[in-house]
C-alpha cells in the first residue's frame, strides 16, 4: 500500500515538473521571439541614428523633406475609417502624455491605458495600397 502511496505521490510530482517544463519551453521560445524582434529592431535603429549624425545638415533637410513627402503620400492615400482612427489614436495620446506631464499618471498606467484603448479600438481594414 505504502508503495502504491509513494508512486502515486512521484507520478504526480514528475507531472507537475513536466508540464511546467513544456510551460517554460512555450515561454522561452515566444521570449526568444520577441528578444529576437527587439534586438533586430534596435540595431536598426543604431545604423538609421548614426547614418543621421553622418549628414551634413543640407542631407539632413534633404532627407527630412523626402520622409514628410512619404507621410504625405501615405496620408493621401488613408480611407475615411483610416483617417479617423489615426486622429481619434492621436487625441487619445496626447490627452494621456497630458496626465503624465501633469503628473495625474505615471508612465506605465498611461502605457497600459493606450494598450487597452488599441484592444478596444482595432484599426480599420487596410485599404489595399
Known amino acids: 500500500m505504502r508503495i502504491k502511496m509513494l508512486n502515486a505521490v512521484v507520478l504526480g510530482a514528475l507531472l507537475t515538473i513536466g ?3 513544456v510551460n517554460t519551453a512555450s515561454a522561452q521560445t ?5 528578444t529576437a524582434r527587439r534586438a533586430a ?6 545604423e538609421l541614428r548614426e547614418k543621421l549624425q553622418a549628414m ?10 523626402k520622409a514628410k513627402n512619404r507621410a504625405k503620400k501615405h496620408r493621401a492615400n488613408m480611407t475615411d475609417a483610416q483617417k ?9 495620446m496626447k490627452t ?12 506605465e498606467t498611461a502605457a497600459a491605458q493606450l494598450k ?3 484592444a478596444a479600438n ?3 481594414a487596410k485599404s489595399g495600397s
Not at 529592431?41 to 543604431?46: H, V
Not at 551634413?56 to 523633406?65: G, S, Y
Not at 479617423?84 to 487619445?92: F, G, I, K
Open 96 to 107: 494621456e502624455a497630458a496626465a503624465v506631464k501633469a503628473g495625474t499618471i505615471t508612465r
Open 116 to 118: 487597452a484603448w488599441r
Open 41 to 46: 529592431s534596435f540595431e536598426k535603429r543604431k
Open 122 to 124: 482595432p484599426p480599420p
Open 30 to 34: 515566444s521570449t526568444a521571439a520577441g
Open 84 to 92: 479617423a482612427y489615426a486622429t481619434s489614436r492621436h487625441t487619445e
Open 56 to 65: 551634413t545638415p543640407e542631407q539632413r533637410k534633404v532627407a527630412l523633406q
Open 19 to 21: 508540464s511546467a517544463a
